[in-house]
């Protein structure tokens, strides 16, 4: 498992206009609007996050012992801003787990740019493997707020987000096979519509550990598109953008 300082990982994944705000954006509702965050063949789906019911996993999927506990603070959009729920958050970690192997990417896509909107999110390309059986392991310790199953081009995409207690999210986008224990929880997810790619609260959010495998495969195959979204964002404060 590869563990690399924090500020290495946001040097790549955030910009450095954003970091001066806390890292990316504060959620990409607060940081992009309405609209979500979405764009171009790079960037993958318009997303727009909305408070939907949420699914049932099938089966009993316990959550790991080092994971973090019922009485760690969560975080929920009031429709205006992310609110702790659980009480003062811990600090934040000080090294994020790398979720790709970052020395197989072909190409870095930075955050905080316009490409026909706002773009809070980063990404990896992998052109040069030939294959999109791409590793994906959570970066942090927290929970899968919420998740999104949806079609690109015709293909079934994935969307986590998880979040830290400490208020710390990271986005997971454009994962094209989950693990099996993580594909179980999209088990009674509406069925994926192209570009409809709208989130969905889990309750109760079921446990992650940084370093925990949580996708095979990542991108678009009909579009030779061999590529993950990645996005850091700091709940509790907002950025200029948002």
């Not at 909305?50 to 760690?72: F, L, N, Q, R, V």
């Not at 409809?196 to 925990?212: L, N, Y």
Request: glycine share 10%.
């Amino acid at each position: 498992m590869t563990r690399i300082p924090r500020s290495v990982v946001l040097d790549v994944l955030a910009a450095t206009a954003l970091l001066a705000t806390a890292l990316l954006a504060t959620a990409l509702l607060a940081a992009c609007g309405s609209s979500g965050d979405g764009g171009g063949r790079d960037a993958g789906a318009n997303v727009e996050v909305t408070a939907t019911a949420s699914p049932t996993p099938s089966g009993t999927i316990p959550p790991s012992e080092t994971a973090m506990t019922a009485a760690a603070p969560l975080w929920a959009w009031n429709g205006q801003q992310w609110t702790n729920l659980g009480g003062p958050a811990p600090e934040c970690p000080d090294v994020l787990v790398a979720a790709v192997d970052v020395d197989a990417a072909t190409s870095v896509l930075y955050p905080g740019q316009v490409r026909s909107d706002y773009k809070a999110h980063g990404g990896f390309r992998f052109d040069g493997l030939g294959a999109y059986e791409v590793p994906v392991v959570s970066p942090i310790d927290g929970v899968l707020m919420r998740g999104a199953r949806y079609l690109a081009s015709g293909e079934v995409q994935f969307t986590l987000d998880i979040v830290h207690p400490c208020g710390l999210m990271v986005r997971l986008g454009h994962l094209r096979e989950l693990t099996p224990k993580w594909e179980a929880y999209f088990a009674n997810f509406p069925a994926p519509v192209e570009l409809d790619s709208r989130a969905t609260f889990f309750d109760p959010a079921p446990a992650v550990v940084a370093g925990e495998p949580v996708a095979v495969a990542v991108g678009v195959v009909g579009t030779s598109n061999t590529f993950i979204d990645i996005g850091v964002y700091d709940l509790r404060h907002r950025n200029a953008a948002s």
